[in-house]
C-alpha cells in the first residue's frame, strides 16, 4: 500500500477484556515498529521486527502484552486483561532497514474503561 | 544506557522570529540522530536525519558530538510550522528501534 495503515483506529474496551490491533506496513519493508504514544510521555518503544531475526521485545510493559507479525508483513499487537493504564495511541511504523526513517501509521486510539 | 533529552515543553515564538528547538542525548557509540514532526491531526512523520545532512521546509540541524546535541534550527519561524517535534535516537544499544525525546510543542504566533 502507498502508506502504513492500521485498524482499528478508535477502540473502546472494558477493563479486563483482551484487545488486538493491527499494521500493514509499507511492502517490502523489512523493519516493523510498535509504539505508544501517551499524554505528557512521548513514544515508549514496545517491539521491533526486523526481517526474519527474532523480535526486540524489550519494550513490552507486561506479559499482557504480546505481538506477531505474519508473513513478515501484517503484524498484530494484543494486549490481555485490559488496564486503564493501557489507554493510549498504540503506532506502527515500518522502514526498509534499521536506521532508516520510519513511516508511521495513524494510529490506534485505545481507551479501556 | 542511551536517552533522548528535550528540555522544553513548550516552545512560543512569533512569526519570523528565528526558533531553535534543543535536544541533547547520551550515548557512548555513534548515534543516528533524526527529528519527527507531528502536525495537528496528522500522522507522525519523519522531518530529517542528520546523515542526510539536508534542510527541509528551512529547518536545519547539526550534530555535535562534543556538546552530545543535536537542536533544530529555522532563522525565520512560519505559523505552519506550529507543531509537535521528537526529536530521537538510533544505535546498537537499542537494537536500532529509536529511541524519542519527550517532545517540543512549538507554537508560532502571528
Known amino acids: 500500500g502507498a502508506g502504513v495503515s492500521q485498524s482499528p483506529s478508535n477502540k473502546v474496551t472494558e477493563k479486563g477484556k483482551d484487545v488486538e490491533l493491527r499494521c500493514d506496513p509499507i511492502s517490502g519493508h523489512t523493519a516493523l515498529y510498535w509504539y505508544r504514544q501517551s499524554l505528557g510521555q512521548g513514544l515508549e518503544f514496545l517491539i521491533y521486527f526486523q526481517g526474519n531475526s527474532a523480535p526486540d521485545k524489550s519494550g513490552l510493559p507486561s506479559d499482557r502484552f504480546s505481538a506477531e507479525r505474519t508473513g513478515g508483513s501484517v503484524s498484530t499487537l494484543t494486549i490481555q486483561r485490559t488496564q486503564q493504564e493501557d489507554s493510549a495511541v498504540y503506532l506502527c511504523?515500518?522502514?526498509?532497514?534499521?536506521?532508516?526513517?520510519?513511516?508511521f501509521g495513524s494510529g490506534t486510539r485505545l481507551t479501556v474503561v | 544506557a542511551q536517552r533522548v533529552t528535550q528540555p522544553e515543553k513548550l516552545l512560543s515564538v512569533f512569526k519570523g522570529a528565528p526558533v531553535e528547538l534543543k535536544c541533547n542525548y547520551s550515548?557512548?557509540?555513534?548515534?543516528?540522530l533524526f527529528w519527527y514532526v507531528q502536525y495537528s491531526r496528522q500522522r507522525l512523520q519523519l522531518l530529517l536525519r542528520h546523515i542526510s545532512r539536508e534542510s527541509i521546509k528551512g529547518f536545519t540541524a547539526d550534530l555535535n558530538k562534543g556538546e552530545t546535541s543535536f537542536h533544530l534550527k529555522k532563522p525565520f519561524a512560519q505559523e505552519e510550522d506550529s507543531a509537535m517535534y521528537y526529536c530521537a535516537l538510533s544505535g546498537r544499544d537499542s537494537g536500532y528501534a529509536l529511541n524519542f525525546g519527550k517532545g517540543t510543542s512549538l507554537l508560532v504566533t502571528p
Open positions: 511504523a515500518s522502514s526498509p532497514a534499521r536506521n532508516y526513517g520510519y513511516t
Open positions: 550515548y557512548s557509540g555513534s548515534p543516528e
